[in-house]
C-alpha cells in the first residue's frame, strides 16, 4: 500500500501515550497512529450511517464477526 509522509504537532504527554500505547500494541508509532486514525475514521462513517433493521440471527452473525475482528487486531 502506498504510504504519504505527514507531519503532527502535538504535546509532550499525549505523545507519551501514544508511544506507549504502541509498545503495548506491539507497533511503530506510525503504525499505531494509522491504526487509531482508521479507527476513527469508521467510527464516524458508523454513526453517521442510518439504522437498519436485522433478523435475530443477522444481528448475532454480525456481533460474532466484530468479536472475532477484535480478537485478530488484538
Not at 509522509?5 to 504535546?11: A, C, G, Y
Not at 482508521?38 to 462513517?45: D, K
Request: net charge negative; proline share 4%; hydrophobic share 35%.
Amino acid at each position: 500500500m502506498a504510504r504519504e509522509k505527514m507531519t503532527v504537532t502535538i504535546d509532550p504527554q499525549t505523545l507519551q501515550y501514544v508511544d506507549a500505547n504502541a509498545r503495548a500494541d506491539k507497533l511503530s508509532r506510525s503504525e499505531y497512529v494509522e491504526r487509531v486514525l482508521r479507527h476513527e475514521h469508521y467510527r464516524r462513517l458508523l454513526a453517521q450511517a442510518p439504522p437498519t433493521r436485522l433478523q435475530r440471527d443477522e444481528e448475532q452473525s454480525l456481533r460474532d464477526l466484530l468479536e472475532w475482528q477484535d480478537e485478530a487486531a488484538s
